[in-house]
């Protein structure tokens, strides 16, 4: 069982309807699909190194990604992060601050909302 959240480079949507439409679309452009290979850009990767160091992404029993490497949860403009449920509140707050700290933008796909 996994907690995710789609962290994002782009302007903040004015709300959780117009997160989720974005949501939908950047995941179905740039993670459902296996046809097109995208480099993640470059905000993405650095705010997925920034991650990792606090978190790093080794394969362990008290491993916080469900899917590492998780840079290679990314594409594009867009990273998907699975964590651990028994780890996804504090890591879930970290990653929240993390995204705004480098100006992307963090949304639950779970509860359908932006995070503050």
């Known amino acids: 069982m996994s907690y995710d959240l789609a962290v994002w480079d782009g302007d903040r949507p004015l709300d959780n309807r117009a997160a989720s439409s974005m949501y939908d679309e950047l995941y179905e452009r740039y993670l459902e699909s296996d046809d097109v290979v995208v480099p993640p850009a470059p905000r993405i990767v650095a705010y997925v190194e920034a991650l990792v160091a606090r978190y790093p992404d080794a394969v362990d029993r008290s491993a916080v990604w469900a899917s590492p490497p998780v840079i290679d949860e990314a594409s594009g403009p867009i990273v998907y992060l699975l964590m651990s449920y028994s780890k996804a509140e504090e890591v879930s707050e970290y990653a929240a601050a993390l995204a705004r ?13 932006l995070r503050p």
């Open 101 to 113: 700290e480098h100006g992307l933008v963090c949304f639950d796909p779970q509860g359908e909302c």
